[in-house]
C-alpha cells in the first residue's frame, strides 16, 4: 500500500522540530486563531493595528523570544522562526509589530548596548509596556542607507540629532526609536535609543498604502533632537550596526512568508474542495491541481531551507547571505502562492471575506522591505562571485 502524505505537512516537517518547537508554534497559532483573526479584516480596511493585544502577545512571550535572560522567553531560533510563521499566517502586519520590537529594537540594545540599556529597556519591551521602531530608511536613502543624510553633531555629552527617516514601522506608537545617524565630525553612522517624547522629535502616520495597512508606517522627523551620549549604542560603529540587526529581522520574514503562503495555500485548498463547477469540485480539474502542487511543493522547499538556517543560526554558524537567500525565496514564493491563490478564488479572491488579497498585498511589501528581491539577489551574487555590484 502506497504511504498517504499529509496536504498541510508534505515532507512530515512536524517530526524535525523538538516537542519545545512544536508547542511553540501552535499556542501561537492558536492564540492568532481565537484573538486576532476575528479582528483582522476591520483593522486592515482602517488601516490600523491592534495595539490592545499588545499585552497578550508579551504573555506568549513572542517579544524579543530568542533573546536569553532580561524577560525574554530564551528559546531557540527555530522555535522562534515558528513564532514568525504563525503570526504572519494572521496577518504581515503582526509578524511586523513583533518582528520589527524583537529583531530591530532588542536585539541591537541586547548586542550593542550598554548593561545599563539591556536592564532599562529590554524586560520593558518583552512585557509589551514598551514599544519601539527602527530608522534607518530616509526619503532618499533605500536600498543605499550608506548614503544616509540623517547627521548627529556632538556638543559635550550631547549629540544633536537632524534629519528624516521614512517608512518606519511602529514610528508613531513607538515610545523608543533606534535611530541611525551619520556622525558630522568623523562621518561614522552610530546608533542612538531616542525617547520619542524628546523636543524636536515628530513620527506623523504615512496613510493611503494599499498593502500592510494593519501595520503603523511614519516618518520619523528630527528637528536638534538633543540625545545624552549616555543613550548613544557603545558597542558598534559603522554600518555594519544596522545591517546586523537586519540580518535578525530578515531571518524572522523568511519564515513569516511561509506562514503567509501556508493561509494562502490551506484556503485555497478548503475553496477547491468545496466550490463546485461544470458540476464538479474544482480541486477535481487538472489545472487547478497543478496550481495546488506548485504551492505546496515551494511552501515545502521553503520550509526547509528556513530550517536548516534556523539550526545553523542555532549552532552559530550561518552567513548573512544564507539569510538573504532565505529572505528572497521565501517572500518571492509567498507571493507567488498568494496571486495563485487569489486567481483560484475566483471573483472571491478580491474580497475580504477571504484572506488571500489581504496576504497578497501585504506580501508586496515584505518582498521590498528588508532589502528588495534584487538587492538580496545581489548579495548571493557578491557572496559568490566576489565582485560588489554596488561599488
Ligand atoms: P557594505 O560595504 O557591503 O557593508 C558595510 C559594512 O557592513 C557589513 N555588513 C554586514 N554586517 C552584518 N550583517 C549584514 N547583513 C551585513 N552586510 C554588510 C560589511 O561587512 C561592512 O562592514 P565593515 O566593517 O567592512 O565596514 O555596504 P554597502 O553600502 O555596499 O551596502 C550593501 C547593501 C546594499 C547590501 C546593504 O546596504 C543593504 O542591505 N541594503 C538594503 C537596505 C535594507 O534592507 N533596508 C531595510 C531597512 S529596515 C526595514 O525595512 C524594516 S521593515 C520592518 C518590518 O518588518 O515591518
Ligand atoms: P529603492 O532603493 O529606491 O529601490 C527601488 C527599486 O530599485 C527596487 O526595485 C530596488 O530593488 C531597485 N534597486 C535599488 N538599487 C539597486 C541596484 N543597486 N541594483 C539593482 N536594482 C536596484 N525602513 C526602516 O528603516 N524601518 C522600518 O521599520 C521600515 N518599515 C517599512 C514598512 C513598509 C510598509 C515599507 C514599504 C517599507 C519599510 N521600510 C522600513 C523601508 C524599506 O526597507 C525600503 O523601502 C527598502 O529598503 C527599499 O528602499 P526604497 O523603497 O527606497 O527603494
Redesign the pocket.
Known sequence: MIKEVSATDFYNIDEMLSDEERMTRDAVRDWVEKRFLPVIREHNRNETFPVELTPELAELGVFGANIEGYGCAGLNNVAYGLINQELERGDSGL???V??QGG?VMYPIMAFGSEEHRNTYLPKLAAGEMIGC?G??EPDH?????GMKTRAKRKGDTWVLNGAKM?I??GSIADIAIVWARDEDDGIVRGFIVDTESEGFSAPKMTGKFS?RA?ITSELILDNVEVPDSQRLPGVQ???G???C??Q??YG?SWGAIGAAMACYEASLDYAKTRIQFDKPLASFQLIQVKLADMVTEITKAQLLSLRLGRLKDQGNFA?AQ??MAKMNNVNIALNVARAARDLHGANGIIDDYPVIRHMMNLETVKT????HD?HR??IG?AVTGY?A??
Open positions: 509578524r511586523s509589530y518582528s520589527v530591530l527602527f534607518l530608511t533605500g536600498s543605499d542607507p550608506g517608512w514601522t511602529n500592510l501595520s559603522g554600518l555594519k544596522p545591517l546586523s537586519l540580518t529581522a530578515r520574514i548573512p539569510v538573504s522591505y528588508e532589502g528588495t538587492i545581489l548579495i557578491q560588489s554596488f561599488s
